[in-house]
Structures are given as structure tokens and as C-alpha cells.
């Protein structure tokens, strides 16, 4: 083995690996159980109100269906479930997100485990992926990414199992994770094309696209998917038009290239990793490219086409659109392992002890930054504190929504009549149906903005002749249209977030008085 090789040794004694992995077992079961005690501690302290996809996703559960207007129905089944365990809380939206965390916590010490042979390396891969930001962040809020990034790993490694054990029925357990996943986020789908990549270029697995069991596998998840193309027949296909539009596409509108987005996306995914990470996989998934092509070694070709696709489409699509942090990071299961694995390798084959030091000295600082920046993220007031200004807060859509309810619900005390309430945000819709006393359903009213969930439920016309509260932020003018929809409105009052005597954030209240029942209309229906 030269130097330049990234392989590695597993334990090859039969009799000294299975106390290995026993021990590595447990410990990673006592690990998650005092992890995931604390993070639901944290929960229940109400440090973060929800953010306003996951108040969102709530008022999803409300009104369970067979799939929604932008994503598929799994989050709202598992919040629905949750919630009918322990109620409403924010505890209770959260607690799958906390449990989907340590069950990718277990898939991934799986698959390093059944990659390379060796439960200790396994263990520290696992045990490294609570320290990344953007997974830490995945542990806490119950977003649509908890279920895709679990069921994602849980796929990877089933595949895994099922060409290098030549197991026909991992396949098959496959196919229901796909499944899973695509009801929970459409980018499933990615993963498949990573496995047809990686079966593709691996000589030794080449074999199973001449069977069926793969097909089979698509089969499956197609079928399990089935339910929102059913949902999206009966609706004018919004889902797909509304994929669409986020990708920006649009027939006759040129393209046009912008290296802001592209520098802005690799600036969140520093971030998200933490910086000094983030550089090391991309380093890493070069030479595991490298390395499988090389030496033929087919567990590299699966870490890197495990990663490429997804993470080489969202950089080419931040060339011409922003790109959210979050919509690469199942890239970044296999991404993660092979650098854990780099890593361990160049350090056990340093030369000389100053190499190995330099490698460990590497490694730790790597590590003291994602854990310094993950602690900082469970502290809501930290980044006001030093100065920060409220449109770079990451957490500043996770407050104000408290306050702002205290105040809808003084105004709805002071108005005759118990007001339905209404905004042009789904965001400030789906937090006021969760803050608000009694938690109300609302309402979203569509004066020119993207379509979304609301609009499907569509309930405004039944609020005909009631007195309504209209929700806005920042600007202090009615809009016009929507004064015409009521009888009369009055000037409005202001209501303004302050964190640490600093305004975070500013909403203005309306009374809007004798709802005609005909909302405004859009003069263009936007996706």
C-alpha cells in the first residue's frame, strides 16, 4: 500500500471485532440516550418558538391529506402522531425530529460499519455528525429535512447491505425507505441517481442493473409515491408547477448567470458545515473519486456518488438563483464519512510523529469549530449580544411570535365581535394559529405572492360578515385591495419585537370590520 492510497485496514479477526462492535454499540445507545434527553430538555425549556416552516407543517397536521401544495404529506403525519401523544406544544412538533436524528445517528454507524469493517471508526463517525451545525440544527427544528435526511442514510445504507452482501431483500426494505423519503421531500429522487452513478462505474456491482431487484426497489417507491400524484391529478399538478417555479423555470425567460448566488451558496454551506469541515470534504470527495476509479475500490465510488450528484446540481442551479443552506445536506452523509475516514487513514500512515501531529492538530481544530458554533446556535440572544444586526441573526425567524400573539390577542379583547385573523404571509398565518389563545385556524389572503398551502383550503368566502384582524409586517399602509373587502378598516398600530433593547423585527395590526367574503384575486397566479 503506497502512501498516496486511501484505504483502509479493517479488523480481520472475527474474534476480536464482535466485542468490538458490542462495545461500540452500547456506547453509541448511551450516547444518543443522554443526547436526545438533552435536546428535548432544551425543548421543553421554550428557548426557540417555532420557526414558520414548522408552525406551517403543524397547520399541515390539522388538516391531514394525501400530500400539499409544495411537499408531500409525511412531516404532517408525523407531527399529527406526536402531537396526539403530548398536544400542541412546541415540544411535541419537535420530539420526531429528535428521534429521526438518532435513528440517522444509528444508520450511519451501520453503514461505516459494514463499509469498513471497524465499529470504533464507526462510532466516531456517528458520534461527529452531532457537531455539525446544520445536522445539529436538524436535530432540533421539525422541518421536512429531519424525515428526508433519515430516511436518505437509511436508503444509502440498505442499498449498501444489499450489493455487497448480495441480499435481495434489502432491496426491497429499500424501496419503502424511498418511498418514505419521497412523500417527506421531493430530492429523494436524487439518491437515485447517485445509485445508478455508483452501479454504473463500479466494475464488481455492475451485474445487479442486469436484475430485477433494483427495479423492483424503484417500483416500490414509485407506488408508495403514488398518493400525491393522485393528490396533484385531483389539483392541476400545484406541486410540480410550484417545483418548477422555485427552479426558476420558465419558458422564453433567458439565463442568466450571477456568481453572488454562487459565492452566497458556498458561503452558507461553509456555515452550515462549519468552514475548516466544509473545505476538507470537498478536498476528501476529490480523492475519493481518485481512489475508486484507481484502485477500483467500490465503497470510495459509493462515498463520492453518495455526495456529487445532489451537491453538483445545487451549485450549478446557485449560478443563476439562491439556493437555501439546507437543500444539499443529504449530500453530505456520505461527504462526512469519507473525510472521517481520510482522516483517520493519513494520521494512523504519518511517516513521522510531527505528520501525525499536524494531521490530529488539523482534525481537532476542525472539530472545536463546528463545536463552537453548534453550542452557539442553542443560545437564541447571542448574536444580538454581539452586535449582530437582525437580518443576520440565523435565529431571527425563531422569535417575535410570542410577543406578536400577546398582542393579537389584547386587540381581539379590546374589538366587539371575536375576529377571524388574517395575513398575506403564510408565515405569520401559521405562527399566530399556533401562539394565538385557543389556536385558532387563519387565515392568508394572496394580494400578488406565490401560491401556498392556504390557498388550496381556500376558507375565506365562510368568513363572509365577520370582523377580521389583518397581520402585516413592516409597511404601515393598508393595502388597497384588501380595504375594499371590508366594510371599513381603521389606521392600524404598530408592534415592534425588541430583543436586548434592540428592535428585531416590527408587525402592524389592523381591525378590518364586515368582511364582504370576496378576498382580492391576484392579478397573476404566481407558483
Known amino acids: 500500500m503506497t502512501d498516496s492510497t486511501i484505504q483502509w485496514k479493517s479488523e480481520t479477526n472475527a474474534s476480536m471485532r464482535l466485542p468490538a462492535e458490542r462495545w461500540a454499540s452500547w456506547t453509541l445507545g448511551g450516547f444518543l440516550l443522554v443526547v436526545s434527553g438533552l435536546r428535548l430538555w432544551y425543548l421543553q425549556q421554550g428557548y426557540l418558538e417555532l420557526s414558520p416552516d414548522e408552525a406551517h ?34 415540544l411535541f412538533v419537535r420530539l420526531p425530529a429528535v428521534v429521526l436524528s438518532a435513528g440517522t445517528t444509528v444508520c450511519v454507524f451501520g453503514l461505516v460499519r459494514d463499509l469498513f469493517h471497524d465499529a470504533r471508526l464507526a462510532l466516531a463517525t456517528a458520534v461527529l455528525l452531532h457537531i455539525i451545525p446544520l445536522f445539529a440544527a436538524g ?29 435481495p431483500s434489502c432491496w ?46 424503484v417500483a416500490i417507491g414509485l407506488i408508495g409515491f403514488s398518493p400525491v400524484v393522485l393528490w396533484n391529478l385531483r389539483h392541476g399538478a400545484v406541486s410540480l408547477k410550484h417545483v418548477m417555479g422555485q427552479a426558476e423555470v420558465h419558458q422564453g425567460v433567458p439565463l442568466h448567470l450571477s456568481l453572488d448566488t454562487f459565492g452566497e451558496f458556498l458561503g452558507s454551506q461553509a456555515l452550515a458545515l462549519s468552514p475548516l469541515l466544509f473545505v476538507w470534504m470537498l478536498v476528501t470527495m476529490v480523492l475519493s473519486l481518485r481512489e475508486g476509479v484507481r484502485r477500483q475500490d467500490e465503497r470510495w465510488l459509493f462515498l463520492f456518488w453518495g455526495w456529487a450528484p ?28 469519507a473525510t472521517v475516514v481520510y482522516f483517520c487513514y493519513r494520521w494512523k500512515m504519518g511517516h513521522t510523529q510531527w505528520s501525525r501531529r499536524i494531521y490530529l492538530a488539523g482534525a481537532g481544530l476542525a472539530l472545536l469549530i463546528g463545536l463552537g458554533m453548534t453550542v452557539a446556535l442553542h443560545d437564541p440572544t447571542l448574536f444580538v449580544r454581539l452586535g449582530f444586526p437582525p437580518d443576520a441573526d440565523p435565529l431571527g425567524r425563531l422569535k417575535g411570535w410570542r410577543a406578536l400573539a400577546r398582542a393579537v390577542d389584547a386587540l381581539a379583547a379590546e374589538m366587539p365581535r371575536p375576529p377571524f385573523l388574517l395575513s398575506d404571509r403564510y408565515q405569520i398565518s401559521s ?10 385556524y387563519t387565515y392568508n389572503v394572496n394580494l400578488g405572492r406565490r401560491l401556498n398551502q392556504y390557498d388550496l383550503w381556500d376558507g375565506l368566502p365562510a368568513m363572509a360578515g365577520r370582523d377580521a384582524i389583518y397581520i402585516q409586517p413592516e409597511g404601515a399602509e393598508l393595502p388597497q385591495a384588501l380595504r375594499a373587502s371590508f366594510q371599513t378598516c381603521d389606521t392600524g398600530q404598530a408592534v415592534a419585537i425588541v430583543e436586548q433593547g434592540r428592535e428585531l423585527k416590527r408587525f402592524y395590526l389592523f381591525q378590518c ?9 391576484p392579478v397573476e397566479v404566481r407558483y
Open 431 to 440: 405562527e399566530l394559529a399556533f401562539y394565538v389563545a385557543g389556536q385558532p
Open 57 to 90: 407543517y403543524w397547520e399541515w397536521s390539522r388538516r391531514l391529506d394525501w400530500s400539499y401544495y409544495s411537499k408531500g404529506p409525511f412531516v404532517a403525519y408525523l407531527i399529527a402522531l406526536s402531537t396526539a401523544i403530548g398536544g400542541a406544544t412546541e
Open 310 to 337: 445532489t451537491f453538483g446540481l445545487m451549485l450549478l442551479l446557485s449560478l443563476r438563483q439562491k439556493v437555501q443552506a439546507n437543500w444539499a445536506a443529504p449530500a453530505y452523509m456520505t461527504a462526512l464519512i
Open 139 to 167: 436535530a432540533l427544528l421539525m422541518t421536512i429535512d429531519p424525515p428526508l435526511v433519515f430516511f436518505w442514510s437509511l436508503m444509502l445504507w440498505l442499498v449498501y447491505r444489499a450489493v455487497s452482501e448480495v441480499r
Open 513 to 521: 370590520l364586515e368582511f364582504s367574503g370576496i378576498p382580492p384575486r
Open 172 to 217: 426491497y426494505a429499500a424501496g419503502i425507505a424511498l418511498a418514505c423519503g419521497l412523500l417527506s421531500k421531493y430530492a429523494m429522487g436524487f439518491l437515485l441517481v447517485s445509485l445508478l452513478l455508483f452501479l454504473a462505474t463500479s466494475p464488481r456491482h455492475r451485474g445487479w442493473l442486469r436484475r430485477k431487484e433494483p427495479y423492483l426497489m
